[in-house]
């Protein structure tokens, strides 16, 4: 019998779509065996009572390398990521300046091969402001493209280089040229125009409470620019994903593009499936996101489709801001900026769903590990358990209530990740596994920076 690096005996392992008791040889960073034999290796796990999933790619993470350290750094999401049992993270850009040309993305790449701990690949920005420097881009390694269709937030301009569309007319003609790319695109799909006429009525009225972040982006900001969207890919030829997805009508118009043959993808968040607007009323601009959280009778609805087939990915959106930043504005909810940290608690929010009959097992491996390997070309070597790919794995014990607890986060922004702060969970990563190492382990990161490896995706 081989004697292999590492061999993790007696677990529970999600196989071609169920579990399956049997053991993992890993050598090389590879999974090399799948075997009913105990296996030995160098370093033996005792996974009996445990379930071994594949390592979760998430699709939407927001490091603010460079230009904003204080908020995160690659080495301190990428531990985030690696609580959370994500070992690949697709790193969306809000930085300074944002990754639009083809030395960006190299430079934030050298920056990033020193300090992360998971694996990850990068999103490129696409905006009408730099649109020369696109096709360039493209062929940098990029995964894929991000486009903001909203200006840049007043005082962060810097964030926003590159990475913006607010014009329609200069949208359809930056489809055109993603169309050329062969990329997918990203599109954070809401409506500039009538967000800032909702604000401005809002404050004249003195409306700025929470429950007016909502008010002031209601459902029809999302399903009017979705559906602008997803009929100039079906124009242009351009591939799409509607990010964030935060309305069922929105998902729904994804499906009748898909059904026209219109390559889109659907992706939402924990948040639109675990959060309403009670708890922005409760939490204030520590819950505001964009989109906000919607109402019950909408959060419902998102499960009825996620359950149906109608998204393909969860991404977590993490968006880590200081409480300081948090609690600008004095009460004004349209002041502070939206998004919180969401890196660490995507798995055990989904595995707690699991838990609980909301779905199943094969369709949070779908939704959170495979689906995001797939579309953004990291498959077969992530997001799935075969021999030959690599060894990416959390092993947690599908039994153990835990609690998520901010104080025991890695992000820098720990303080202001307070939405999910004390929910009880099952699906705590006890390790998490990158290339047959372990990198988290029982509340600690067990490799150096730098451990981690840059993907450059080849299209």
């Not at 050329?180 to 599109?187: D, P, S, W, Y």
């Not at 969207?229 to 898909?258: M, N, R, W, Y």
């Not at 520590?286 to 990915?313: H, T, Y």
């Not at 707690?352 to 491996?365: N, R």
Request: aromatic residues 8%; negative net charge; hydrophobic residues 40%.
């Amino acid at each position: 019998m081989d004697n292999f690096d590492l061999a993790i005996n007696f677990g529970d392992v999600f196989l071609n779509g169920e579990l399956v008791n049997c053991n993992i040889g890993i050598k090389g960073g590879k999974i090399a065996a799948l075997s009913k034999d105990v296996l030995n290796g160098e370093k033996v796990i005792d996974a009996k009572g445990k379930t071994v999933l594949p390592g979760t790619v998430d699709p939407h993470v927001h490091i603010r390398v460079p230009g904003n350290e204080y908020r995160e750094t690659f080495l301190t999401g990428t531990e985030e990521a690696a609580l959370g049992g994500v070992t690949t993270v697709l790193e969306m850009p809000i930085s300074s300046p944002p990754p639009y040309s083809l030395e960006i993305v190299e430079n934030r790449m050298s920056i990033a091969a020193n300090e992360v701990v998971v694996d990850i690949a990068f999103f490129g920005a696409a905006g009408t402001d730099q649109k020369d420097c696109i096709i360039p881009c493209s062929k940098s390694g990029i995964a894929a493209f991000k486009t903001f269709l909203h200006e840049a937030p007043e005082g962060r301009e810097k964030e926003f280089i590159g990475l913006t569309a607010p014009d329609t007319g200069d949208q359809y003609e930056l489809m055109e040229i993603l169309a050329e790319t062969g990329l997918i695109t990203a599109f954070h799909a809401e409506n500039n125009d009538m967000i800032k006429k909702n604000i401005a009525r809002l404050r004249k009225e003195g409306k700025t409470s929470p429950i007016y972040h909502e008010r002031s982006r209601p459902p029809v900001v999302e399903i009017e620019t979705t559906a602008k969207i997803l009929l100039f890919a079906e124009k242009t030829g351009a591939k799409v994903e509607i990010a964030h997805i935060s309305t069922p009508e929105a998902a729904l118009l994804v499906q009748d593009a898909k059904d026209k043959g219109v390559y889109a993808i659907a992706e939402t968040c924990p948040h639109y499936l675990f959060l309403n607007e009670e708890n922005l009323i409760k939490h204030g601009s520590f819950a505001k996101c964009n989109p906000p959280v919607r109402s019950e009778e909408q959060r419902e609805g998102m499960w009825e489709l996620l359950r149906a087939g109608f998204f393909d990915i969860v991404g977590s959106d993490h968006a880590p801001y200081t409480k300081e930043e948090k609690e600008k504005g004095n009460g004004d909810i349209f002041v502070p900026p939206a998004g919180f940290p969401g890196l660490s608690t995507r798995l055990p929010l989904m595995f707690t769903a699991v838990k609980e009959g909301k779905i199943d097992l094969a369709l949070m491996v779908e939704l959170i590990c495979e689906n995001p390997a797939r579309i953004f070309g990291l498959y077969p070597q992530k997001g799935v358990i075969l021999p030959g790919c690599d060894a990416d794995l959390i092993i947690i014990d599908p039994d153990k209530k835990g609690k998520i607890d901010k104080n025991k986060m890695f992000t820098k922004c720990r303080d202001s990740a307070l939405v999910y702060d004390g929910w009880e969970v099952y699906g705590q990563p006890e390790q998490t596994i990158v290339r047959g190492e372990v990198v988290y382990e029982h509340g600690a990161i067990k490799v150096k920076p730098g451990y981690g490896r840059i993907i450059k995706v080849v299209h």
